[in-house]
C-alpha cells in the first residue's frame, strides 16, 4: 500500500522559493510513477512535473526553468524545488503515484491516471 505525505507549504512573496517534499512509503521509485500536481479553486487539477522511473521528467511550461525534481531514494522522498514563484503559482500540491508504469515513455498527465494520493500542502504567493 502506498502512502504519500506531502508538507513544505506555505506563504512567499513573489520570487520567493519553498520546497515540498513528499514522503512516499510503500513506493518504489525505480518502478513507477510519481508526480506533482496542483489545484487552484474552481480549476481543474493539473500536471506540474512527473518522474518516471527510469528518471525521465515531463514538466508543465508554466514551469519550466523555475522548478526542479529531485529524489531520495535511500528515504523514499520526492521534492518539489520551486524558485522565482509567481501568483500564479498559488494553489494546493499534491503528491500522486502509479507504483508500477511502463505504458510509454513518459508518465502520464491526466490525475485520473494516478492511484494513489497526498493530502495536498497549500502553496500561496503574494505580490
Known amino acids: 500500500q502506498v502512502q504519500l505525505v506531502e508538507s513544505g507549504g506555505g506563504s512567499v512573496q513573489a520570487g520567493g522559493s519553498l520546497r515540498l517534499s513528499c514522503i512516499a512509503s510503500g513506493y518504489t521509485f525505480v518502478r513507477g510513477c510519481i508526480a506533482w500536481f496542483r489545484q487552484s479553486p474552481g480549476k481543474e487539477r493539473d500536471l506540474v512535473v512527473s518522474?518516471?522511473?527510469?528518471?525521465?521528467?515531463a514538466f508543465a511550461g508554466s514551469v519550466k526553468g523555475r522548478f526542479s525534481i529531485s529524489r531520495d531514494v535511500s528515504k523514499n522522498i520526492l521534492f518539489l524545488q520551486m524558485n522565482s514563484l509567481k501568483d500564479a503559482d498559488s494553489a494546493m500540491y499534491y503528491c500522486?503515484?502509479?507504483?508500477?508504469?511502463?505504458?510509454?515513455?513518459?508518465?502520464?498527465?491526466?490525475?485520473?491516471?494516478?492511484?494513489?494520493w497526498g493530502q495536498g500542502t497549500q502553496v500561496t504567493v503574494s505580490s
Open positions: 500522486a503515484a502509479i507504483p508500477a508504469y511502463t505504458d510509454s515513455v513518459n508518465c502520464p498527465a491526466p490525475s485520473y491516471a494516478y492511484n494513489y
Open positions: 518522474l518516471k522511473g527510469d528518471g525521465r521528467t
